[in-house]
């Protein structure tokens, strides 16, 4: 299982950001798929999921209007669009799935929200 993500760098306020989740070495199309973020001192809290067929996602209330999650099946990849950044979104950001019980997670990318 491979899971890598990137995308992350610094940004001013208001800016967007686009992470991605390139995935290899399990059945891609049979998983839900998250993105989860942990900032310094702070729990890791999920972000946003997107079901395995696609056709649902869910979004933290701190991010909902801001942040779109998607994937694409033909390439393994799974995708975070990140508008209208603020400071409080400020956190590694990291992909995730989970079978039979056990996450298993990117390395992440770091975002960093500052002036």
């Known amino acids: 299982v491979r899971i890598v993500d990137s995308g992350g760098g610094l940004v001013q306020p208001g800016a967007s950001l686009r992470l991605s989740c390139a995935a290899s070495g399990f059945t891609f199309t049979s998983y839900h798929i998250k993105w989860y973020r942990q900032a310094v001192g702070k729990e890791r809290e999920l972000v946003a999921l997107i079901t395995k067929d696609g056709s649902n996602t869910t979004y933290a209330d701190s991010v909902r209007g801001r942040f779109t999650i998607s994937r694409d099946d033909v390439k393994f990849e799974a995708y975070l669009q990140m508008n209208n950044l603020k400071p409080e979104d400020t956190a590694v950001y990291y992909c995730?799935?989970?079978?039979?019980?056990?996450?298993?997670w990117g390395q992440g990318t770091q975002v960093t929200v500052s002036s």
């Open positions: 995730n799935y989970r079978k039979l019980g056990y996450d298993y």
